[in-house]
T-cell receptor, first 115, second 113 residues
Framework: NAGVMQNPRHLVRRRGQEARLRCSPMKGHSHVYWYRQLPEEGLKFMVYLQKENIIDESGMPKERFSAEFPKEGPSILRIQQVVRGDSAAYFC?????????????FGSGTQLSVL | KQEVTQIPAALSVPEGENLVLNCSFTDSAIYNLQWFRQDPGKGLTSLLLIQSSQREQTSGRLNASLDKSSGRSTLYIAASQPGDSATYLCAASNAGNNRKLIWGLGTSLAVNP
């Protein structure tokens, strides 16, 4: 298993388009976290999901952003009608079920650029 | 509300020097504290994780300590090498079920040959 896989690595969108970011957690991991790193700012928590459930979305903007982690397939972070301020690096991390004391494993991130 | 601060923001040292990176947090009710390394275009690599009940963790030339009472953690790098050049981030995991991480802004380290 190659660990946490994120794709695409780089995504370019024009204002108003939709961006879909994918995260495949490490095999056996059922917890997924999304973080955003804005230019010149630290990473910020966005959302925490388990299979088919959103556990904590307190860091998600109220509009245009949504996340899911279906029973089958990767976790998806969806940004509708992107604006230039959405340009950032988006990181996904995963951890095993019931063993959240273990350190999170991060993917390499998706760099979103909005033109 | 947990806040994490890292000092210094940037550090440049000659190769071979021992160095200390500092991290402070405002809420001592943490679950654990982690140190990460971020290389440009390569995402985040977890270096060390210290549980709230522990005082320190070691991995190779790296040693991280945790003092909950003072709200501080340090990352000690021994005999620094140019390959250690990266941004080092600390992140505190809050107590509770979610374990979401609160991040510092990082220390950008340059080790010069």
């Amino acid at each position: 298993n190659a660990g946490v896989m994120q794709n695409p690595r780089h995504l370019v969108r024009r204002r108003g388009q939709e961006a879909r970011l994918r995260c495949s957690p490490m095999k056996g991991h059922s917890h997924v976290y999304w973080y955003r790193q804005l230019p010149e700012e630290g990473l910020k928590f966005m959302v925490y999901l388990q299979k088919e459930n959103i556990i904590d979305e307190s860091g998600m903007p109220k509009e245009r952003f949504s996340a899911e982690f279906p029973k089958e397939g990767p976790s998806i972070l969806r940004i509708q009608q992107v604006v230039r301020g959405d340009s950032a690096a988006y990181f996904c991390a995963s951890s095993p079920p019931g063993r959240t004391y273990e350190k999170l494993l991060f993917g390499s991130g998706t760099q979103l650029s909005v033109l | 509300k947990q806040e994490v601060t890292q000092i210094p923001a940037a550090l440049s040292v000659p190769e071979g020097e021992n160095l200390v990176l500092n991290c402070s947090f405002t809420d001592s009710a943490i679950y654990n504290l982690q140190w990460f390394r971020q290389d440009p275009g390569k995402g985040l690599t977890s270096l060390l994780l210290i549980q709230s009940s522990q005082r320190e963790q070691t991995s190779g030339r790296l040693n991280a300590s945790l003092d909950k009472s003072s709200g501080r953690s340090t990352l000690y790098i021994a005999a620094s090498q140019p390959g250690d050049s990266a941004t080092y981030l600390c992140a505190a995991s809050n107590a509770g079920n979610n374990r979401k991480l609160i991040w510092g802004l990082g220390t950008s380290l340059a080790v010069n040959p």
